[in-house]
C-alpha cells in the first residue's frame, strides 16, 4: 500500500534554533500534503495544507512566518519550526492524499516527528 | 457548528464486547469517509473507509448514513489489541475534517 514517510521520527533542540521536517510520499504523487499537530492527550490539529508548486495554506492562528512549509516537489514536503521555543515541543505529524490507480483518496500518515525544544 | 463530532468516550469494555462508536457530520456535500486507528504516541493508520452500502472487514463493520449524515464504526468480540483511539474522518472537496477521536479500552 501506499507509503507516506517522514523523517526524523525524534528530534531535540536547544531554543532559538530552527527544527526541518520532511515528509515523503513513496508510493504515489502528492500535489497536496497536510501538517498538524499533536499535544499529549489531545486531537490532531491542522495547522497547514500544503499545495505543490505554490503557497501553503494556514489555518487560523498558526504563523506561517514560525512554520515554514515548502512543497517543492510532487513527493516531499518540508516543515520548518523557525526559532523553536520550549511552547513549540509536540508531536508533528504529516499527511497526503493517496492518488493514482488503486488508491481511493484516503489519507496516509507519517510517522510523526517528536519535537522536544529545550 | 463542527464540521465532524465524535464522542471521545472514554469507551471501556470487557474483552469479547461489541462496541459501537459514531461521527455526526454537518456537510451534506461529503463525500468520502474514514475510520482510523491511533495508538499512543503513534501516527494515525487507515482502518477502513466507509461506503454507502456498508463494508465488514472482520470483526469491523462500518456504515454511512446519508440522510442523518452520520458514520458508525462497529467492533465485534473485542480483543485486548483493539484498545486506542478511533477517529472518524469526512472528506470534503480537498479538505478532510477529523473527530476528536474515542478512546476504547479492551479489559481483560
Known amino acids: 500500500g501506499a507509503v507516506v514517510s517522514q523523517h526524523p521520527s525524534r528530534v531535540i533542540c536547544k531554543s532559538g534554533t530552527s527544527v526541518k521536517i520532511e515528509c515523503r510520499s513513496l508510493?504515489?504523487?502528492?500535489?497536496?500534503m497536510f501538517w498538524y499537530r499533536q499535544f499529549p492527550k489531545q486531537s490532531l490539529m491542522l495547522m497547514a495544507t500544503?499545495?505543490?508548486?505554490?503557497?501553503?495554506?494556514?489555518e487560523q492562528g498558526v504563523e506561517k512566518d514560525k512554520f515554514l512549509i515548502n512543497h517543492a516537489s510532487l513527493t516531499l514536503s518540508t516543515l520548518t519550526v523557525t526559532s523553536a521555543h520550549p511552547e513549540d515541543s509536540s508531536f508533528y505529524i504529516c499527511?497526503?492524499?493517496?492518488?493514482?490507480?488503486?488508491?481511493?483518496?484516503?489519507?496516509?500518515f507519517g510517522e510523526g516527528s517528536r519535537l522536544t525544544v529545550l | 457548528r463542527k464540521e465532524v463530532e465524535q464522542d471521545p468516550g472514554p469507551f471501556n469494555v470487557p474483552e469479547g464486547a461489541t462496541v459501537a462508536f459514531n461521527c455526526t457530520y454537518s456537510?451534506?456535500?461529503?463525500?468520502?469517509f474514514f475510520w482510523y486507528r491511533q495508538d499512543c504516541r503513534k501516527e494515525p493508520k487507515l482502518l477502513m473507509s466507509?461506503?454507502?452500502s456498508g463494508n465488514e472487514d472482520g470483526r469491523f463493520t462500518a456504515q454511512l448514513n446519508r440522510a442523518s449524515q452520520y458514520i458508525s464504526l462497529l467492533i465485534r468480540d473485542s480483543k485486548l489489541s483493539d484498545s486506542a483511539t478511533y477517529l472518524c474522518?469526512?472528506?470534503?472537496?480537498?479538505?478532510?475534517?477529523f473527530g476528536t477521536g474515542t478512546s476504547l479500552t479492551v479489559i481483560p
Open positions: 466507509v461506503y454507502s
Open positions: 500544503s499545495n505543490e508548486g505554490s503557497k501553503a495554506t494556514y
Open positions: 474522518v469526512v472528506n470534503t472537496g480537498n479538505q478532510f475534517y
Open positions: 508510493d504515489f504523487q502528492a500535489t497536496t
Open positions: 456537510n451534506s456535500a461529503s463525500q468520502s
Open positions: 499527511s497526503a492524499r493517496s492518488t493514482g490507480t488503486g488508491f481511493t483518496g484516503e489519507l496516509f
